[in-house]
Nanobody, 111 residues
Framework: QVQLVESGGGLVQPGGSLRLSCVASGRSISSAYRVGWYRQAPGKQREAVASIIAGVMEYSTSVEGRFTISRDNAKNTLDLQMNSLKPEDTAVYFC?????WGQGTQVTVSS
């Protein structure tokens, strides 16, 4: 079993940056085939934002060039660096590893 805890969300102005972190415990995520960040905005379905699949990073078209996903195997963490944030990035962000999910962290982009 894997426990995931996200942090780093908050309120930021358009154009600003945030760094989300997901700490995993219970198992090492270093060998996980797929790890990723997802988000869910009010009234919308959860969508994939950024993933590492077999070592290859993939991004949704809406965030490519602005967000960067990274994994630190030594710390057992999964991070998401978010730059040039837009109001439409407002959502609850979740990390997912090996089918497990964290509780989410709220990101609000507003002036």
């Amino acid at each position: 079993q894997v426990q995931l805890v996200e942090s780093g969300g908050g309120l930021v102005q358009p154009g600003g940056s945030l760094r989300l972190s997901c700490v995993a415990s219970g198992r090492s995520i270093s060998s996980a085939y797929r790890v990723g960040w997802y988000r869910q905005a009010p009234g919308k379905q959860r969508e994939a934002v950024a993933s590492i699949i077999a070592g290859v990073m993939e991004y949704s078209t809406s965030v490519e060039g602005r967000f960067t996903i990274s994994r630190d195997n030594a710390k057992n963490t999964l991070d998401l660096q978010m730059n040039s944030l837009k109001p439409e990035d407002t959502a609850v962000y979740f990390c997912s590893v090996m089918g497990y999910w964290g509780q989410g962290t709220q990101v609000t982009v507003s002036s």
